[in-house]
T-cell receptor
Framework: KAGVTQTPRYLIKTRGQQVTLSCSPI?????VSWYQQTPGQGLQFLFE???????NKGNFPGRFSGRQFSNSRSEMNVSTLELGDSALYLC????????????FGPGTRLLVL | GENVEQHPSTLSVQEGDSAVIKCTYS??????FPWYKQELGKGPQLIID?????GEKKDQRIAVTLNKTAKHFSLHITETQPEDSAVYFC????????????FGQGTELSVKP
């Protein structure tokens, strides 16, 4: 089975711009979660989607949003980028239930200048 | 809210020695505890996990133990090899919060040949 894929792998943006990141889960997985990884804050949960509905949300400002499509693929969007948004954005997919194991993709490295 | 503390932040061992990484969680409703290995430029890779109804789990050179009373869990790697060098993360998931994981700060393991 193919793993979780994320596109693009690298991205450079400037302050004030917006960005959209994409995640394709493992085939059959219906839950997709997003995390932000930075050296200072570590891995922090952004949000989780299941069946096109946001199931859970972390403590991030409203500039961070996401959505999930009927094929379980997910996108996250960050508007009005700030320097502090520079990070590795990771997507994890799992089967539907709350006991399922999350598997991570390789991440998208975002640099905001 | 839920918090996961991980120690040590760095660990250096000689090839063939054992390595132990410890984590403590705060929410007694946590019921799932995965461990991830992250190599440079890659996403976290699941190496082992344990659920709250189990005290210990082994997979070849890797084992995880869980003490629910003390709310701590540990990763044990025996016969370490240079390819075990990476950053290791523990995580906890709270019952009834879907796929959301709370991560420890990570341990950078270095195995010297």
């Amino acid at each position: 089975k193919a793993g979780v894929t994320q596109t693009p792998r690298y991205l450079i943006k400037t302050r004030g711009q917006q960005v959209t990141l994409s995640c394709s889960p493992i085939s059959g997985h219906r839950s997709v979660s997003w995390y932000q990884q930075t050296p200072g804050q570590g891995l922090q949960f952004l949000f989780e989607y299941f069946s096109e509905t946001q199931r859970n949300k972390g403590n991030f400002p409203g500039r961070f949003s996401g959505r999930q499509f009927s094929n379980s693929r997910s996108e996250m969007n960050v508007s009005t980028l700030e320097l502090g948004d520079s990070a590795l954005y990771l997507c994890a997919s799992s089967l539907a239930d709350g006991l399922a194991t999350p598997y991570f993709g390789p991440g998208t490295r975002l640099l905001v200048l | 809210g839920e918090n996961v503390e991980q120690h040590p932040s760095t660990l250096s061992v000689q090839e063939g020695d054992s390595a132990v990484i410890k984590c403590t969680y705060s929410d007694s409703a946590s019921n799932y505890f995965p461990w991830y290995k992250q190599e440079l430029g890659k996403g976290p890779q699941l190496i082992i996990d344990i659920r709250s109804n189990v005290g210990e789990k082994k997979d070849q050179r890797i084992a995880v133990t869980l003490n629910k009373t003390a709310k701590h869990f540990s990763l044990h790697i025996t016969e370490t090899q240079p390819e075990d060098s990476a950053v290791y993360f523990c995580a906890a998931r709270i019952y009834n919060q879907g796929g959301k994981l709370i991560f420890g700060q990570g341990t950078e393991l270095s195995v010297k040949p």
